[in-house]
């Protein structure tokens, strides 16, 4: 566990903190970083991995299929956990649970911990992580717009685009141009140093962590219960080998930061999430380093 920590989860633990210091140093702004991560460099990641990734369609099916169907056990997991709680912070601690950090946390762990192949599965679990965030967000913050108009969002997504080029040249077998290879590549690279700067520059930011009931509640199980739970969909659903080990790290990431973007947006309890997402984040570095120390017997189940 120590190697795992010190080989994985130091990587991203320092860049992030590079980030937490430039915001306490400088007047800096997360959004101006937000739609550079969002509006290009993710998008060219998202293409740069699909490009040359050696994830199957059918393997990439089965893997976004249990990636849904444990996002939805563990909204249904709050649902009961918080169910006395008033409204507005039940739904807080559903999408709290439901919503994991795949982007700037999920991608670079993946790719310490289970090389290129590793991140190619990360990849695949981040696309449908943006797909539900932009959905099951609005639909459980109760924004006037409900999914439809978080659909509408997602499809004014660049990345969601890239997606369809790059399904696109693979189907069809199209040579690209070596330079506009090379220049996506290039963007791609920069997507996670980036996001992790992001992160550090939010969480630098953030003020004090309430340690509330429902924030504990969603923490413990986005935290600790998610990771089991991926474990047994995963099997149940026949992922096996890096499938498997792909669903369980990426359980094992916190709270996403879009989802208190989302509950601010929507007038829902910000409060709750934000201190969510700092806690989270914060315990996820043990649980993160502890599932990774367990990959090699989780790859070989089954």
Not at 171 to 186: A, E, F, K, S
Request: charged share 10%; glycine share 12%.
């Amino acid at each position: 566990m120590f190697a795992a920590l010190f080989n994985v989860v130091l990587p991203v633990v320092l860049v992030a903190g590079v980030g937490a210091l430039l915001a306490r140093r400088f007047p800096l702004h997360p959004d101006t970083l937000g739609k550079v991560s969002l509006n290009a460099l993710t998008p060219a990641l998202a293409l740069s991995s699909l490009l040359g990734t050696t994830v199957t369609a059918r393997a990439g099916l089965r893997l976004s299929l249990a990636y849904f169907a444990l996002a939805g056990l563990g909204v249904l997991a709050a649902y009961l956990a918080a169910r006395r709680t008033p409204g507005l912070t039940r739904r807080a601690v559903m999408a709290s649970v439901a919503i994991g950090n795949n982007g700037n946390f999920g991608l670079p762990i993946a790719l310490f911990a289970l090389g290129q192949a590793g991140l190619d599965q990360a990849v695949v679990i981040f696309l449908c992580s943006v797909v539900l965030t932009f959905t099951l967000g609005p639909l459980l913050y109760g924004s006037a717009g409900g999914a439809r108009a978080g659909l509408l969002a997602v499809l004014r997504l660049p990345v969601v685009w890239c997606i369809g080029a790059a399904l696109l040249v693979r189907l069809l077998d199209l040579p690209l141009p070596l330079g506009l290879r090379r220049g996506i590549d290039l963007l791609g690279q920069a997507a996670l140093p980036m996001v992790l700067l992001s992160l550090g520059i939010q969480l630098g930011q953030s003020g004090h962590v309430a340690l509330t009931r429902p924030v504990l509640t969603a923490v413990g199980l986005r935290v600790f219960a998610m990771p089991a739970l991926a474990l047994a969909v995963g099997l149940a659903f026949g992922l096996r080998g890096l499938g498997l080990q792909g669903l369980v790290l990426a359980s094992a990431m916190p709270t996403a930061v879009n989802a208190f973007l989302l509950a601010r947006e929507y007038g829902a309890d910000a409060d709750t999430v934000a201190s969510a997402v700092a806690l989270s984040t914060l315990a996820s570095l043990g649980t993160a380093a502890l599932v990774v120390t367990l990959l090699p017997g989780i790859g070989a189940l089954g």
